[in-house]
């Protein structure tokens, strides 16, 4: 457990260090979870103590979400100033994504059976 906190504590490091010596408007934390992935693309395979703490890490997930509903609670007042504005940019975002997914995997299909008449 301790060598896989390790390895995702200097993944986040390393990806904090790379946002703010870069000034990147991207959170450390998401620069170092590519590193990550980008690793485990390298190595193509992922390490047997990741693969064994992974699902424990899982299952208290939910604890991180704690911190959000404290900063919810905090700037209550700002977020209904701005309620309509948000929930416009939820939404659209959302029909965004949709879009470009239900586009993209029509693409890919369209491709896939072009290729396999080939």
């Known amino acids: 457990m ?5 390895w995702l504590l200097g993944y986040q490091l390393a990806g904090e260090l790379i946002s703010r010596s870069l000034s990147l408007p991207v959170p450390g934390a998401v620069i170092g979870m590519l590193l990550l992935f980008a690793t485990f693309c390298v190595r ?4 047997d103590h990741l693969k064994q703490t992974a699902p424990a890490l899982l299952g208290h ?3 991180l979400f704690i911190p959000v509903g404290v900063g919810l609670m905090v700037w ?4 209904e100033t701005y309620a309509v ?3 416009a940019i939820v939404l659209a975002s959302t ?19 072009a290729r396999g008449r080939q």
């Open 44 to 47: 193509k395979t992922i390490p």
């Open 2 to 6: 301790l060598n896989s906190l390790i």
């Open 76 to 79: 209550r007042k700002m977020l």
């Open 85 to 87: 504005s948000l929930l």
């Open 95 to 113: 029909l965004i994504t949709l879009i470009v997914s239900a586009v993209t995997l029509h693409w890919l299909q369209t491709r896939r059976t």
């Open 61 to 63: 997930l939910s604890m």
